[in-house]
């Protein structure tokens, strides 16, 4: 039998999802997309629902993309902080749920699989508190 590690504390500090949006048209960003030339950007929008997380403390949420030749390079990085009177749905020891978003461009260089690796990090922690991956195909056109 296969042993499937656990998140770790797996009701705090989570991310419950992130939606890509594509800036220019609106829409969702698709898991096979196309460039007419290359290299390309691509301006999204990330949408990212949050889970459990504690008001009024700083966090960290930062964007990679992972390509399939094995290179790797940071995208993106922003600072979250909620006010506790916007949490919502929040619970007795005070943890509630946040949805956020931010604007980032993602410039490719050849086509390529790829996936985007998000980790959301406690401010002071060394250790990331969850991560999201989003996988994704840029083909010439």
């Known amino acids: 039998m296969v042993s499937i590690p656990m998140k770790s504390n797996p009701f705090v500090e989570k991310i ?18 196309n460039f007419d030339f290359f290299p390309g950007t691509i301006s999204l929008v990330a949408v990212v629902d949050f889970f459990n997380v504690y008001p ?4 960290t949420l930062s964007v990679s993309v992972f ?7 940071p995208v993106h ?6 006010p506790s009177d916007q949490l919502i749905a929040v619970s007795n020891n005070g943890l509630g749920k946040a949805t956020g978003n931010f604007d980032f461009n993602l410039t490719i260089e050849q086509p390529c699989d790829f996936y985007l690796f998000f980790a959301f990090i406690p401010e002071g922690s060394s250790e990331h508190s969850d991560t999201f991956y989003s996988y994704h195909s840029f083909l010439k056109r």
């Open 77 to 82: 990085a922003t600072r979250i902080f909620i």
């Open 67 to 73: 390509l399939d030749n094995g290179a790797n390079y």
């Open 56 to 59: 009024n403390k700083n966090y």
């Open 16 to 33: 419950t999802s992130v939606k890509l949006i594509n800036h220019e048209t609106g829409q969702f960003f698709n898991t096979v997309n």
